[in-house]
């Protein structure tokens, strides 16, 4: 089945810790995306990439970091410079040049205390 | 500053009427936007894209884009209780090279009263 996958579904940290979400995708898509959604807000642009080995920050890039070394997975650090990491992390993507559409993985609930 | 406005509702419609949900952006040369059903405690499921003016239509779903008063609207038809969820508007606001992620509205609770 074609797709993207998040893990875990649900993760519990204490504060301090880093921690990487996982992110893969299996529909030849060349870019990801990492958003991060919280209670009652819209969706909020934390990194992407377009093509392997490059990446860019979104609005909300403090605190995080990303890696693309492969096509099919993105990962996403979570560190403890971040001042409020509990949230839900949503990875995307999309195919490439000329299609705009984006499809999200299940996500990942962190939460730090 | 990139905004997307949404009323967050919640919207409360019969079942079987119509539900108009409606989203304003800030970026004039936005070219490319998109309505999102999110049903609670899950990830945003894409229902609907649209770049030009004008009307869209799958199925019991319209879309409507306005550029020049910079507004896109979404009509359910039918409506069903299973349509009830939050609705995100999301705009991909670029400048020319379609990288950038979308920009997100805070989304509409749709409610389809039984």
């Known amino acids: 089945d074609g797709g993207i996958t998040q893990s875990p579904k649900y993760l519990f940290r204490k504060e301090g810790q880093n921690v990487t979400l996982s992110c893969e995708q299996n529909l030849n898509h060349d870019a990801m995306y990492w958003y991060r959604q919280d209670p009652g807000q819209g969706l909020r642009l934390i990194y992407y990439?377009?093509?392997?080995?490059?990446?860019q920050k979104g609005d909300i890039a403090e605190g995080y970091s990303v890696s693309r070394e492969k096509k099919e997975s993105f990962p996403l650090t979570v560190t403890s410079a971040q001042k409020n990491p509990t949230a839900f992390y949503l990875c995307?993507?999309?195919?490439?040049?000329?299609?705009?559409?984006?499809?999200f993985g299940p996500g990942t609930r962190l939460t730090v205390t | 500053q990139k905004e997307v406005e949404q009323n967050s509702g919640p919207l409360s419609v019969p079942e079987g009427a119509i539900a108009s949900l409606n989203c304003t952006y800030s970026d004039r040369v936005s070219q490319s936007f998109f309505w999102y059903r999110q049903y609670s405690g899950k990830s945003p499921e894409l229902i609907m894209s649209i770049y030009s003016n004008g009307d869209k239509e799958d199925g019991r779903f319209t879309a409507q884009l306005n550029k020049a008063s910079q507004y896109v609207s979404l009509l359910i038809r039918d409506s069903q209780p299973s349509d009830s969820a939050t609705y995100l508007c999301a705009v991909n606001m670029y400048s020319g090279g379609g990288a950038d992620g979308l920009t997100f509205g805070k989304g509409t609770h749709l409610i389809i009263q039984p």
């Open positions: 990439s377009q093509i392997v080995n490059d990446f």
């Open positions: 995307a993507s999309r195919p490439g040049a000329g299609s705009y559409e984006q499809y």
